[in-house]
T-cell receptor, first 113, second 111 residues
Framework: DGGITQSPKYLFRKEGQNVTLSCEQN?????MYWYRQDPGQGLRLIYY???????QKGDIAEGYSVSREKKESFPLTVTSAQKNPTAFYLC????????????FGPGTRLTVT | SQQGEEDPQALSIQEGENATMNCSYKTSINNLQWYRQNSGRGLVHLILIRSNEREKHSGRLRVTLDTSKKSSSLLITASRAADTASYFCATVNSGYSTLTFGKGTMLLVSP
């Protein structure tokens, strides 16, 4: 899992509540990413950030928000607007000089009931 | 939208056999990468091959890239039970800095 930590490993929430997933890296990477993984769907990009205080929407950004106030941290908030929030969430970071090879955290499994 | 499509979706072999997985993609790429994921865990980078490379080796892994056919293959030689995992290809498209993942191949290696 490299130098990326995600917490918590499992998270349970009631429908209608916002929830924030943590992602921290100590690899000194400029770029960070959030993915969602559903069974049989592979990974889909939610948001990414190439530099502090800047981020871009990925393929499925609706219902999610992020911030990038520090190089090491890229938290993801799953809002109540996200229609199907139950999923496995993966955070990654990369170094442009290595062809954007990505280092992944261990993931957070979010269950919303 | 997903760019890479792995084939087969699932593969079951015996220890000691070779495993071959294929990946096809649609647009021009900068590089193609293969990742491995054990059940319920994060992905681990295996190998990166650039668009101007045709073949790359790393231990028991061999990756080929055919840009004219927009396809890549991952060969795991002399497989072990510990190789049981899902394997994903991902492309960095020309002019972009993000990865686009396929849906993966689930490999089961039986002792």
């Amino acid at each position: 899992d490299g130098g990326i930590t995600q917490s918590p490993k499992y998270l349970f929430r009631k429908e209608g509540q916002n929830v924030t997933l943590s992602c921290e890296q100590n690899l000194n990477h400029d770029a960070m990413y959030w993915y969602r993984q559903d069974p049989g769907q592979g990974l889909r990009l939610i948001y990414y950030s190439q530099i502090v205080n800047d981020f871009q929407k990925g393929d499925i950004a609706e219902g999610y928000s992020v911030s990038r106030e520090k190089k090491e941290s890229f938290p993801l908030t799953v809002t109540s607007a996200q229609k199907n929030p139950t999923a496995f969430y993966l955070c990654a970071s990369s170094d442009r000089d290595r062809g954007y090879e990505q280092y992944f955290g261990p993931g957070t499994r979010l269950t919303v009931t | 939208s997903q760019q890479g499509e792995e084939d087969p979706q699932a593969l079951s072999i015996q220890e000691g056999e070779n495993a071959t997985m294929n990946c096809s993609y649609k647009t021009s790429i900068n590089n193609l990468q293969w990742y491995r994921q054990n059940s319920g865990r994060g992905l681990v980078h295996l190998i990166l091959i650039r668009s101007n490379e045709r073949e790359k080796h790393s231990g028991r892994l061999r990756v080929t890239l055919d840009t004219s056919k927009k396809s890549s293959s991952l060969l795991i030689t002399a497989s072990r039970a510990a190789d049981t995992a899902s394997y994903f290809c991902a492309t960095v498209n020309s002019g972009y800095s993000t990865l686009t993942f396929g849906k993966g191949t689930m490999l089961l290696v039986s002792p």
